[in-house]
């Protein structure tokens, strides 16, 4: 019986498959087509390619990883999956009021004063946390409002008022 290639031995990992979900992710959020990648990257990341490491059809090698973080602007470690074990902290809160806040970062960022630097420093942490390169809107969870109230000088149940009166809370644009 012949001894199968590491490529044919990775082909099936669930660990390349979660490799390349990464990679999507990434790519998407930078909103990205497959085909914008190899044109801006000088054909250096053929679209074809791309597609078979995202889609886990094939495995990519670690100094290939590491030239697309580059080009990604992103350090290795983030085109990694996240451990599954962590937790996600959704679902609602015990009065069946969401438990999630969608903050307006880019909004945020234009604003001056210090708690509004905090503020987007503390955001910008749970980004790098998150490995959410989108940048323009974050959604907060539960946990995370005690923080946001503190800089806020807010009680915790007021946050999303007091996030709302700024003008922070992200609105999705009327389809």
Do not use: C
Request: aromatic share 6%; no cysteine.
């Amino acid at each position: 019986m012949p001894a199968l290639s590491d490529d044919e031995l990775l082909q099936d990992s669930p660990f390349t498959r979660l490799v390349g979900e990464r990679l999507r992710r990434i790519r998407q959020q930078k909103q990205w087509s497959l085909s914008d990648v190899e044109a801006q990257s000088d054909s250096e990341f053929k679209a074809s390619v791309l597609g078979a490491y995202e889609r886990g059809e094939r495995a990519i090698s670690v100094p290939r990883l590491e030239r697309l973080a580059r080009f990604y602007g992103v350090s290795i470690d983030q085109l990694l999956p996240r451990d599954s074990q962590r937790d996600d902290d959704g679902g609602t809160v015990a009065d069946g009021a969401p438990r999630k806040l969608r903050i307006d970062v880019a909004k945020l960022s234009t604003m001056a004063g210090q708690h509004f630097e905090m503020l987007e420093r503390f955001l910008r942490m749970i980004q790098v946390q998150r490995q959410d390169f989108n940048g323009k809107v974050i959604t907060v969870r539960a946990h995370d409002t005690r923080a946001i109230a503190v800089m806020l000088d807010v009680p915790v149940d007021s946050v999303g008022d007091k996030l709302g009166e700024l003008g922070l809370l992200f609105v999705p644009p009327a389809a």
